[in-house]
Every structure is written in structure tokens, then in C-alpha cells.
């Protein structure tokens, strides 16, 4: 079955950090453009970072310098390194990967990330 796990989820302090991993399974992630997206409650998914089949590396500008997404084929994992942690970080982070030549569009089922005091 080809799918995406997401983990590393769970409750962090303001300014602590957290490692989202993305572990797909039945695809090599090399192939795809590989994007974490989140969700917080009433808000729209946005997208958070991206990396591309060419290793071309995208953040919104609401993580710029605090996030940091990564690839490591030989797990056929993704990673999204989050560095001092806000408190409107709070969201469910999504794994997503997806093809630009076909309409390959795959989804993780979610983990949870609350910054809180």
C-alpha cells in the first residue's frame, strides 16, 4: 500500500524545538515533490515548505529561518526540523506528495503540534 506516516508530533515550549518525519512507504520520495502543510483550528491548510525532485527548497514566510525540511533516501524519509517554536505554530502538520507530470496527489494522516506554556 503506498502511503505517508507522518511522527514527531506533541507538545513543545515556546522557542523548544521539534523533527517531523515523513516515512513513505511503496514509492521512492526522490520522485516526488515531497511538501509539509498545516492546519490549524478554523484556519485554511497552508503549505509550509516544500523540496523538490531537484533538491530545491521552498518555506513560507511565516518559518523562514526557524524551519528546515530535509530528505534522506536511503530511509525514504522526510524531516521538518522546527527551530524556536511560536506558540501560532500550533497545527496538524500533513506530509504530501505529489507529481507535476501526472495527478499523483498522496497525504499523510496528520500529527499534531501544540506550542504551549
Known amino acids: 500500500q503506498v502511503q505517508l506516516v507522518e511522527s514527531g508530533g506533541g507538545l513543545v515550549q515556546p522557542g523548544g524545538s521539534l523533527r517531523l518525519s515523513c516515512a513513505a512507504s511503496?514509492?521512492?520520495?526522490?520522485?516526488?515533490?515531497m511538501n509539509w502543510y498545516r492546519q490549524a483550528p478554523g484556519k485554511q491548510r497552508e503549505l509550509v515548505a516544500r523540496?523538490?525532485?531537484?533538491?530545491?527548497?521552498n518555506y513560507a514566510d511565516s518559518v523562514k529561518g526557524r524551519f528546515t525540511i530535509s530528505r534522506d533516501s536511503a530511509k525514504n524519509t522526510v524531516y521538518l526540523q522546527m527551530n524556536s517554536l511560536k506558540p501560532e505554530d500550533t497545527a496538524v502538520y500533513y506530509c504530501?506528495?505529489?507529481?507535476?507530470?501526472?495527478?499523483?496527489?498522496?497525504w499523510g494522516q496528520g500529527t499534531q503540534v501544540t506550542v504551549s506554556s
Open positions: 511503496r514509492m521512492s520520495i526522490s520522485a516526488y515533490t
Open positions: 504530501n506528495a505529489v507529481a507535476l507530470d501526472s495527478e499523483f496527489d498522496l
Open positions: 523540496i523538490t525532485r531537484g533538491g530545491n527548497l
